[in-house]
């Protein structure tokens, strides 16, 4: 029953968040910021050197660097992935009629599989950005407060601070990725 619950919790916030995303015009703002541009290969290649030692500069990213646009549509298709293999579960019996054996074998591992993916994925690099990592241990407070200082932002996001010093939208702290 806790796992039906935790599902259509989790269908209500999905599309709570894509009509967020494609209805509201901040999170239509939003979802352009998160969409690969151009300039992220070029901006990646130039970071992978600056790590290794080869480069001059870190790359200069706006507000989503290229780890966290990945890991925005990974949770897209894992949630979408879940949801549809979940539902087709989740009806049992009348979806056995519908599609063959194969494909209900099919909708199980992929179902338990992307489950298992999602626990390793939180556990693991979302437990080391948002909390182990040098600048954020204990924990990087922008998920409570939904604000980055200005330093962490000019240090981490310097193309979105030199967007923000230009438009005037500059303050104490910086809206973080959400609301």
């Not at 039906?4 to 209805?23: G, T």
């Not at 890991?71 to 599609?99: D, E, N, R």
């Not at 040098?134 to 601070?161: L, Q, V």
Request: charged share 15%; net charge positive.
């Amino acid at each position: 029953m806790i796992h039906r619950i935790s599902a259509a919790v989790l269908i209500v916030v999905s599309l709570y968040h894509h009509a967020y995303v494609l209805l509201s015009e901040r999170g239509h703002l939003l979802l352009r910021n998160y969409l690969f541009h151009r300039d992220d290969l070029r901006r990646a290649a130039q970071g992978l050197k600056y790590n290794l030692g080869s480069g001059d500069a870190a790359a200069d990213w706006g507000k989503f660097n290229l780890a966290q646009k990945l890991q925005y549509f990974g949770v897209i298709f894992g949630v979408c992935s879940m949801i549809l293999t979940g539902l087709v579960l989740w009806v049992g019996t009348p979806a056995i009629a519908l599609i063959p054996k194969w494909l209900m074998d099919l909708t199980i591992i992929i179902h338990g599989h992307e489950g298992f993916l999602i626990f390793i994925i939180l556990l693991l690099w979302h437990l080391y950005n948002v909390h182990l990592a040098p600048g954020n241990f204990p924990m990087n407070m922008s998920w409570i407060t939904g604000r980055i200082p200005i330093e962490e932002c000019k240090m981490r996001y310097p193309a979105e601070h030199k967007r923000l010093l230009e438009t005037g939208e500059l303050r104490e702290s910086i809206p973080s990725g959400g609301k």
